[in-house]
């Protein structure tokens, strides 16, 4: 059968149409592997295990949303417990999305103080492609970080796409001087820029005090969280700022404490500040509990993340019980 001369030649635009949008439609991207061979012992039959919440949504989603998101994002947080290995797999998982993408941000760590900028570049000057020797370069042993080997994934992963990677943290000397001067020791610029003097919102505020009364098994008093108020908000300010000066034009990649990717009042919150209009995407690698199997209860406030990554629970030593024996007045 033999079309007429119009409707065949209709026939052959439609086609030509479909082929000039195929070739123009971008490329979809192959995941990473993503590894289910958990490291982390505790909780492991919590029904969440594996599972990816998405705050926006309120619903679980798969891998790939997460990946498209990631893709997307200037500025992507990824939240951790520092000592669980699979939240640092999962946060290698995330550099690798981006290089599939064909994205180079930097990737910025919470673990590398300033001063040690110099020496994270002659080792990656020296040894661009192996993050072996990486954590000895960087004194790591000593730093009092869990063990070099956890985070070495994501420095691999960085490597291999030929990502930048930067120092976060504030330097030890600034930590040091904090002790006696307080924010001043910032000197009037960096207060300026990053914004450490603009007051958090209450309840931010008052979430970065229970936070640091928690975190010491609420054996401080109060006196004390007062006093630690300036720093944790100096060393959240840091990372921002050290996303935004070290950031590419892919942007860059957060590696902190889930305490420190907190909307409300960490480092996307100097982040907004800075950059209002740059597209964040924060991710919290939470540990799973014995008895909590809903997202909710894994959320003490809304808005504080986009998703949320549930993992098994690393097994460690009772944290409260050690502090308890260094507070203890000793006898005379």
């Not at 020496?119 to 070099?148: F, Q, V």
């Not at 120092?167 to 610029?189: H, Q």
């Not at 014995?290 to 993340?305: H, K, Q, T, V």
């Amino acid at each position: 059968m033999t079309l007429p001369a119009r409707p065949l030649a209709a026939a052959l635009r439609i086609f030509a149409s479909v082929a000039v949008c195929t070739l123009l439609a971008p490329a979809a991207h192959a995941l990473p592997p993503l590894t289910q061979d958990w490291q982390a012992t505790l909780n492991r039959d919590n029904p969440l295990l594996g599972r990816i919440w998405s705050v926006k949504e309120g619903d679980f989603v798969t891998p790939d949303v997460l990946a498209r998101d990631i893709a997307s994002a200037r500025f992507v947080l990824a939240g951790e417990t520092h000592d669980n290995p699979d939240h640092h797999l999962r946060q290698a998982w995330i550099v690798s999305v981006l290089a599939e993408a064909g994205r180079k941000p930097a990737i910025v760590y919470e673990m590398i103080p300033a001063d040690k900028s110099a020496a994270l570049a002659d080792y990656l000057a020296t040894s661009p492609k192996d993050g072996s020797g990486m954590g000895k370069a960087l004194d790591w042993d000593a730093s009092g970080w869990p063990a070099w080997s956890m985070y070495q994934p994501i420095a691999d992963a960085a490597l291999a796409a030929h990502m930048p990677m930067a120092a976060g943290d504030l330097s030890r000397k600034v930590l040091k001087d904090f002790r006696t001067d307080g924010l001043e020791a910032l000197g009037p610029d960096v207060l300026k820029k990053w914004r450490v003097s603009t007051p958090l919102p209450e309840a931010g505020l008052e979430t970065l005090k229970q936070d640091l009364r928690d975190g010491h098994c609420g054996l401080l008093p109060e006196p004390a969280v007062d006093a630690m108020v300036p720093i944790q908000r100096a060393r959240d300010a840091s990372l921002a700022d050290g996303m935004i000066e070290n950031a590419t034009e892919d942007g860059a990649v957060l590696i902190a404490g889930r305490g420190h990717v907190r909307a409300d009042m960490a480092a996307p919150w100097y982040l907004r500040q800075r950059a209002p209009d740059a597209a964040m995407l924060i991710v919290a690698m939470v540990e799973l509990e014995a008895g909590e199997s809903e997202p909710s209860d894994y959320m003490p406030a809304p808005g504080l993340y986009d998703y949320i990554w549930f993992t098994p629970k690393a097994e460690r030593a009772d944290k409260c019980e050690e502090l308890r024996a260094r507070f203890k007045p000793k006898k005379d």
